[in-house]
T-cell receptor, first 113, second 114 residues
Framework: AQTVTQSQPEMSVQEAETVTLSCTYD???????LFWYKQPPSRQMILVIR??????QNATENRFSVNFQKAAKSFSLKISDSQLGDTAMYFC??????????FGTGTSLTVIP | DTGVSQDPRHKITKRGQNVTFRCDPI?????LYWYRQTLGQGPEFLTY????????KSRLLSDRFSAERPKGSFSTLEIQRTEQGDSAMYLC????????????FGNGTRLTVT
């Protein structure tokens, strides 16, 4: 069975500071992808960043980067230079070859001006 | 890429009525997923299609829920005899048929059952 755990239901960060959101997962598959999605209040869920399990290099997208620790099954998201627009619910998602997506319970991030 | 569109954005209905939602995926995407999301929670899987075939349906989904995707294009989700517990955001997402293809979500349909 596949599981995704986000242990931080809520977090806050000062504007311009850095914050790290945690995610751990479990799967017996060797091929899988990991994603972080952002869902702003009352808005559409959008992709932030993705990581292929076979790639050792951590993915980076502008101010967003991940720390992918495959052996530990950990996939944390680091947001640098936090902006007010980063206030959102963040979901960690596991995708396996079984055509299913497995969601964490989400972390609500508030950026404080 | 015009994105995933869902209609209506909001639906208010009385308990016991039937409702139907529509999702138009990104045209090149052959997979389409339906999720239900309640306030402060993550999306809960309902069902998914590959082209016109419904490949999986959540065991948690009652028989009052049915989904179709005729001709592998748009999809409809119908809820019969709605109950107050059905009040939620219903999300549609589409993707290519590959595990490395990310989901593209629509804006969702917010259902309120009174």
């Amino acid at each position: 069975a596949q599981t995704v755990t986000q242990s931080q239901p809520e977090m806050s960060v000062q504007e311009a500071e850095t914050v790290t959101l945690s995610c751990t997962y479990d799967t017996s598959e060797s091929n899988y992808y990991l994603f972080w999605y952002k869902q702003p209040p009352s808005r559409q869920m959008i992709l932030v960043i993705r990581q292929e399990a076979y790639k050792q290099q951590n993915a980076t997208e502008n101010r967003f980067s991940v720390n992918f620790q495959k052996a530990a099954k950990s996939f944390s998201l680091k947001i640098s230079d936090s902006q007010l627009g980063d206030t959102a619910m963040y979901f960690c998602i596991l995708s396996t070859t079984g055509n299913q997506f497995y969601f964490g319970t989400g972390t609500s991030l508030t950026v404080i001006p | 890429d015009t994105g995933v569109s869902q209609d209506p954005r909001h639906k208010i209905t009385k308990r016991g009525q039937n409702v139907t939602f529509r999702c138009d995926p990104i045209s090149e995407h052959n997979r389409l997923y339906w999720y239900r999301q309640t306030l402060g929670q993550g999306p809960e899987f309902l069902t998914y299609f590959q082209n016109e075939a419904q490949l999986e349906k959540s065991r948690l989904l009652s028989d009052r829920f049915s989904a179709e995707r005729p001709k592998g294009s748009f999809s409809t989700l119908e809820i019969q005899r709605t109950e107050q517990g059905d009040s939620a955001m219903y999300l549609c997402a589409s993707s290519y048929a590959s595990y490395n293809s990310p989901l593209h979500f629509g804006n969702g349909t917010r259902l309120t059952v009174t």
